[in-house]
């Protein structure tokens, strides 16, 4: 089945500055990979999301990059705001197969003032 | 249009106990999953349906079975619970048509 790794596991920035979490995946079928956002004691709240045709995407402060060919992508946030503070999730899906998730293990951002 | 509903929303079981957690969308979604977070982890996949009368096992099945008899209703149960199985619980839905998947607020589940 798939893999999903994700890192690092925690990140800690100075608030304005930008930061780069990485994920790679194992299936080559895999065609969608969302990014969720965390706060504690909260559900998954979707941030931004790539379909495989696609290499980038970018939505204001969030953008994601995907490489195919290398079976990894990754989530950019510029700008940070002590509100970016979160924990962070990657996954990857299957559409057709049913939408079934495997996530990456999570980064905590921290993004001090 | 409540998106996906879950209850309950916390529950504490002892060991050896049965319950059902319920879960009910009304996007008319064809797709339906239960995950579990643990603490400090990802979602990790229990079971999912691609239609009614369709499921299937993910990751962690075991101590758990599901149904969906119907498009709105997919649910949970633990047939005899254990203190491993205490997390948080979330249901999933989305369309065939689109990516877009809707989850839950979440089960807090305790089993002592």
């Known amino acids: 089945g798939e893999n999903v790794e994700q890192h690092p596991s925690t990140l800690s920035v100075q608030e304005g500055d930008s930061a780069v979490i990485k994920c790679t995946y194992s299936?080559?079928?895999?065609?969608?990979f969302p990014w969720y956002k965390q706060e504690l004691g909260k559900r998954p709240q979707l941030i931004i999301d790539?379909?495989?045709?696609?290499g980038e995407k970018k939505d204001q402060r969030i953008a994601v990059t995907l490489n195919k060919t290398a079976k990894h992508f990754s989530l950019h946030i510029t700008e940070t705001q002590p509100e970016d503070s979160a924990v962070y999730f990657c996954?990857?899906?299957?559409?057709?197969?049913?939408?079934?998730?495997?996530f990456g293990g999570g980064t905590r951002v921290l993004v001090k003032p | 249009n409540a998106g996906v509903t879950q209850t309950p929303k916390f529950q504490v079981l002892k060991t050896g106990q049965s319950m059902t957690l319920q879960c009910a969308q009304d996007?008319?979604?064809?797709?339906m999953s239960w995950y579990r977070q643990d603490p400090g982890m990802g979602l990790r996949l229990i079971h999912y349906?691609?239609?009614?009368?369709?499921?299937d096992q993910g990751e962690v099945p075991n101590g758990y079975n599901v149904s969906r008899s119907t498009t709105e209703d997919f649910p949970l149960r633990l047939l005899s619970a254990a203190p491993s199985q205490t997390s948080v619980y979330f249901c999933?839905?989305?369309?065939?048509?689109?990516?877009?998947?809707?989850f839950g607020e979440g089960s807090w589940l305790t089993v002592v």
């Open positions: 996954a990857a899906s299957i559409v057709a197969a049913g939408n079934k998730l495997t």
């Open positions: 299936d080559s079928a895999s065609n969608y």
């Open positions: 999933a839905s989305s369309g065939v048509s689109g990516n877009t998947i809707y």
């Open positions: 790539i379909r495989s045709n696609v």
């Open positions: 996007m008319n979604h064809e797709y």
């Open positions: 349906s691609v239609g009614a009368g369709i499921t």
